[in-house]
């Protein structure tokens, strides 16, 4: 039997197997060697570090038709199968081993899972180009860098991946053998003459858990394919909680406060529930706006962005909200805008604020005009969960310096927010870790969205923001969250956001309030201002919020609105501890505190 690099040789053309000889790692060439043999592409490229490489990539997915020019410079668009358009969590699995169990996770038989994907995948890249990329997630070079190798027959995975995360193919011939790094498998399988995917009745993603490695095939939607996004994500949360850090689903922004103070926050927010828009928010600088690792450097919870890049919700971007991201979906920096409306070489998306064409193409067809899917469903002119790939260099509020610090920035405060209509008041503060810990990040529930396949406006569970991408037992993860609070010598403070409050069908607050929300989340890191005890923790006083809503949006604020914003609402509160005990109470493995923690916040509001 020949050894891996020798069958490498075999079937690489030369000057693409010279690449990987570059690379001194026999785990790498074997996991290679088996994946070409097995998906039989019929042309294997290997991405270095090289611009020229990117540019290659960049100039395939064009060639494939997978992404179309669009009139300004260095824009494309993309369109998924219709079907296609978000997370497929249905078919997302985690494969265990035997007795596993994982609540509230989909999971499978790791043999079975095994070899039902190998079975999808045998030879389902035949006359297709294999691209092999390598990435790190984090920055390079420090503590929190993890390095992953992409396979996928896809140009526009690849090209999305060149815009989010930082080159690795150094890292990897730096490394020598080793074992340390992420793998991905992804194909598009056979595409229709959109060069959308067509087999969806085969589309899966399965993550194995135990060799670290993700399949993803008959998909292209890049919640599903970009490997080292939310796929990444399940292996790297397993990490964190195996190593005692944390691996989370949260923006990374800086707060400027009082004489050039800076203030680091990182928040979970689930998908389409202000997250990006947080972090955009012009007078503050972003860091990352989807995913960060945090761990304790020298006693204090330090973080990093995971990537470099945003792929962001175009849906409602105008330029009066985000006067940011308008600008740079405006100008001529490397964009890939997926699912949205074309015409006459421009793209356009609901709610952007201006008049949009009533026809063109979209993510429903070659030619779209105000009709129904096969559902009899409206079609809008893009899609709810149409999105924008760009780099974060691309936005003049990048706070570079943090993106590229290794060893991350201090949190001052942590940010939990959810969708929720009619229970949690604008902002507050936790008592402490373990009571922002439990009765924030774990108790999240948020109404459903068009981020995922499924129906929108459910009230739903989501602890941390991170239920669709948890890869361990609950239990095991809340207990790493508190243990890595206690083992801190300054704890970040922990604040609890709704920026979705309705009452008759109004919405009690405006898009931009949430800047005011930061300003005073600033503040009590610094214990700036004081603030009202309540039994859910603490809540602005009216004072304050009127300053700031005259500071930050020269907004009067009036004492009537604050009162319908800010009341306690202790009947919804009560119903929500019971849901949220509930879940929580059939599972084994649940750290007691989170009990303590819910029973001691009932009584505080059955005796308010
Ligand atoms: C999200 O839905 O949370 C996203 C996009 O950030 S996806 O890659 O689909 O997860
Ligand atoms: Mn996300």
Request: glycine letters at 8%; charged letters at 30%.
């Amino acid at each position: 039997m020949k050894n891996a690099l020798e069958r490498l040789e075999n079937l690489l053309e030369k000057e693409q197997f010279e690449k990987i000889k570059e690379i001194d790692n026999p785990y790498l060439h074997e996991f290679l060697a088996e994946w070409i043999e097995w998906l039989q592409p019929s042309k294997v490229f290997v991405c270095t570090d090289s611009p020229e490489d990117e540019e290659y990539v960049r100039w395939k997915a064009l060639y494939y038709g997978e992404e179309k020019m669009l009139e300004m410079p260095r824009h494309t668009v993309h369109y998924d199968n219709y079907y296609d358009q978000a997370r497929d969590k249905a078919n997302t699995k985690l494969l265990v081993p035997k007795g596993v169990t994982l609540p509230f996770l989909n999971t499978m038989d790791r043999e079975e899972g095994l070899r039902e994907i190998r079975e999808i995948m045998k030879g389902i890249m035949r006359g297709k180009e294999l691209f092999i990329c390598f990435f790190v997630l984090g920055p390079k070079n420090s503590v929190f860098t993890i390095p992953a190798v992409q396979l996928t027959d896809s140009a526009y995975v690849a090209h999305s991946e060149f815009l989010l995360y930082r080159k690795g193919y150094e890292e990897f011939v730096r490394m020598g053998p080793t074992r340390n790094f992420l793998k991905f498998v992804h194909s598009a399988g056979e595409l229709d003459e959109r060069k959308t995917s067509k087999n969806l009745d085969k589309r899966r993603i399965y993550i194995d858990l135990v060799d670290e490695t993700v399949y993803s095939a008959n998909t292209q939607y890049g919640g599903n394919t970009i490997g080292l996004k939310k796929l990444a994500f399940r292996l790297t949360i397993q990490r964190a909680v195996r190593e005692g850090w944390l691996s989370e689903h949260m923006f990374l922004m800086r707060v400027n406060g009082p004489n050039g103070r800076k203030t680091y926050f990182t928040g979970a927010y689930p998908s389409m529930c202000g997250k990006t828009s947080t972090a955009m928010i012009p007078w503050e600088n972003i860091v990352g706006d989807d995913l960060v690792f945090i761990k304790n450097l020298d006693g204090k919870a330090r973080a990093v962005n995971v990537e470099i890049g945003v792929f962001g919700i175009i849906e409602g971007i105008n330029e009066k909200d985000d006067p940011i991201i308008w600008k740079v979906l405006h100008s001529p920096v490397e964009i890939i805008f997926s699912n949205v409306l074309v015409k006459d070489g421009k793209p356009y998306w609901n709610g952007m604020g201006i008049p949009i064409p009533d026809e063109g193409e979209n993510h429903s067809g070659k030619w779209w005009r105000g009709k129904k899917d096969k559902e009899g469903k409206e079609i809008p002119p893009s899609h709810k969960n149409a999105r924008f790939t760009v780099r974060l260099e691309a936005f003049p509020n990048l706070d570079k310096e943090a993106l590229e610090n290794p060893c991350g920035v201090e949190v001052g405060g942590m940010i939990f927010g959810g969708r929720d209509p009619d229970t949690w008041p604008p902002v507050r503060e936790a008592f402490n870790w373990q009571h922002g810990v439990i009765t924030m990040g774990a108790s999240l529930e948020s109404e459903t969205t068009a981020a995922t396949l499924g129906k929108e406006g459910v009230r739903a569970f989501n602890p941390m923001s991170i239920l669709d991408f948890l890869s361990v037992h609950i239990g095991d993860y809340i207990r790493n969250y508190l243990e890595f609070g206690r083992k801190l010598k300054k704890t970040p403070k922990i604040f609890a956001v709704n920026y979705f409050l309705r009452e008759n069908g109004q919405w009690l607050n405006e898009k931009l309030d949430k800047a005011v929300w930061l300003k005073w989340m600033e503040l009590r890191v610094h214990d700036d201002v004081g603030a009202i005890e309540t039994p859910i923790g603490y809540i602005p006083k009216y004072e304050d919020l009127k300053t700031l809503f005259k500071q930050v949006l020269n907004k009067e604020y009036t004492k009537e609105d604050y009162e319908k914003q800010f009341k306690i609402r202790i009947p919804e509160l009560l119903a929500k501890i019971d849901r949220i005990w509930k879940i929580y109470e059939p599972i084994d493995n649940i750290p007691e505190e989170l009990f303590k923690e819910l029973e001691a916040e009932k009584e505080r509001l059955v005796k308010a």
